[in-house]
């Protein structure tokens, strides 16, 4: 079984600018959560998905915001990139969201 | 609250055991989970326990909950180098969908 999937695994922007990650769950898992690290905060919840609906948001600026398709594929938005963006995104897939959460390898955004 | 806290350090001798700490502050937590990082990577589920359990052995690893004092540990028996790595431990709640409590990470040395 395929492992979770995340792209792009790099990216470099500038302030102000906004991005978009994308995020491919094993199959079957309807859940979809996404988290950032950085090493100041540690790992911090941003939102999950399950069957295209946002059921847990954290507590991020509304500059952050996602989506999960009908495939379950879910993507994360960013915009107007500021410094403090920098980070590891990881986004972790479970077959419904409370029991195990595996993750991807995670995408690592550079806001310069 | 939602808060868990883990030492940030452990250096030990290859082929010892390694015991990582845990506390949690919330006892209506269902799952506790242990993930290990490596460098540049994702997170890599290791082990779990469900809240209602006293132990889990998984292989080398075990899990200890004592829920009277909300301890967890992981005990990793003959520790090898390929064990050095960031451990971090995390808790789910029922009823807040996909939405993991992080601890900081203890980061384990493992010496030859």
């Known amino acids: 079984k395929a492992g979770v999937t995340q792209t792009p695994r790099y990216l470099i922007k500038t302030r102000g600018q906004q991005v978009t990650l994308s995020c491919s769950p094993i199959s079957g898992h309807r859940s979809v959560s996404w988290y950032q690290q950085t090493p100041g905060q540690g790992l911090q919840f941003l939102f999950e998905y399950f069957s295209e609906t946002q059921r847990n948001k954290g507590n991020f600026p509304g500059r952050f915001s996602g989506r999960q398709f009908s495939n379950s594929r879910s993507e994360m938005n960013v915009s107007t990139l500021e410094l403090g963006d920098s980070a590891l995104y990881l986004c972790?897939?479970?077959?419904?969201?409370?029991?195990?959460?595996?993750f991807g390898p995670g995408t690592r955004l550079t806001v310069l | 609250g939602e808060d868990v806290e883990q030492s940030l350090f452990l250096s030990v001798r290859e082929g010892d055991s390694s015991v990582i700490n845990c506390t949690y502050t919330?006892?209506?937590?269902?799952?506790l989970y242990w993930y290990k990082q490596e460098p540049g990577a994702g997170l890599q589920l290791l082990t779990y326990?469900?809240?209602?359990?006293d132990m889990k052995q998984d292989q080398r690893l075990t899990v200890l909950l004592n829920k009277k004092d909300k301890h967890l540990s992981l005990r990793i028996a003959d520790t090898q180098t390929g064990d050095s790595a960031i451990y971090f431990c995390a808790e789910i709640f029922y009823n807040q969908g996909g939405k993991l409590i992080f601890g900081q990470g203890t980061e384990l040395s493992v010496k030859p």
């Open positions: 972790a897939s479970s077959f419904r969201g409370d029991n195990e959460q595996f």
């Open positions: 326990i469900f809240s209602n359990m």
């Open positions: 919330d006892s209506s937590s269902t799952y």
